[in-house]
């Protein structure tokens, strides 16, 4: 039989931080509670969670940084909501956060749960942040949790 290793959805005793896009923050706040409802759920403690509020996506990844480089955490989850407009901007923010945060979850070893969502249009956003497709705030911090138990597993 293989060793298998998993990790586990328990954030009991787990220090994570979430970091929050104030930018389309109507639906930033639904990501924030889905996050840290899902880590209160799974057996975390409010004094354990920080948030941190930047003013858009594209400014997550220095306070991610930041953060996995001074503060003690065992993961952090990055939220936030990009709406595609009549621009490019909306291709460059997605795709230079996401970017920055992959680079940074691999310097640091660190989980890093992508919460951002890129929607083209604000419904797909409404939809994302807890309605129909459910709250991918929830979902990054669940990943980030798991993820913190299958590094140690392989430690």
Not at 13 to 18: D, F, P, Q, S
Not at 108 to 137: C, M, W, Y
């Amino acid at each position: 039989m293989p060793k298998v290793i998993e990790g586990q959805l328990n954030a009991a005793g787990l220090r994570i931080a979430v970091v929050a896009a104030r930018f389309n923050n109507f639906i930033s706040e639904h990501l924030i509670s889905g996050a840290v409802d899902a880590v209160l759920r799974h057996g975390g403690n409010q004094k354990d969670i920080t948030i941190v509020r930047v003013p858009g996506s594209l400014e997550i990844p220095l306070v991610v940084k930041k953060l996995a480089e001074t503060a003690d955490l065992d993961a952090i989850v990055a939220v936030g909501a990009v709406i595609r407009g009549a621009t490019t901007h909306y291709e460059i923010v997605c795709n230079e956060t996401a970017r920055a945060l992959a680079k940074l979850q691999l310097e640091h070893s660190l989980p890093i749960g992508f919460g951002v969502i890129t929607a083209d249009n604000i419904e797909q956003a409404i939809e994302r942040a807890g309605s129909k497709a459910g709250n991918k705030g929830a979902e990054a911090a669940l990943a980030a949790i798991e993820m913190v138990h299958v590094l140690r597993e392989l430690s």
